[in-house]
């Protein structure tokens, strides 16, 4: 259990800890580093589920993240034939982390 006031994160779930992995290769690219130099950047996630609404202005849950996961939006390619549900679900456990230990590899 983490006191309050501290600044460290929770420890990541199993679960968690899989969706940080899937984020770390298959998201972050785009999110974090835009090293495909995209003129259009992505938007940042941190802090995704803190917001009633995504970037875009869709609301931010659960089944519209899964959406545009799997099916695409703007620019941002669909993933469904590259993730399966439990990979989908692990890496939106993730997301609604915040986040959380992103440059703690």
Do not use: W
Not at 50 to 76: N, S
Request: aromatic letters at 4%; glycine letters at 8%; hydrophobic letters at 35%.
């Amino acid at each position: 259990m983490i006191l309050a006031g501290c600044h460290s994160q929770p420890a990541l779930t199993p679960q968690q800890a899989e969706g940080k992995h899937l984020y770390d290769v298959g998201c972050a690219h785009c999110h974090e580093e835009n090293d495909l130099r995209l003129k259009t950047v992505p938007p940042n996630l941190h802090g995704l589920f803190d917001h009633k609404t995504m970037p875009d202005g869709a609301p931010a849950t659960d089944a519209e993240v899964e959406r545009v996961i799997l099916h695409g939006k703007g620019l941002m390619p669909s993933f469904a034939y590259q993730i399966s549900q439990s990979q989908l679900e692990a890496l939106i456990a993730y997301l609604h982390t915040g986040l959380a230990g992103e440059n703690n590899q």
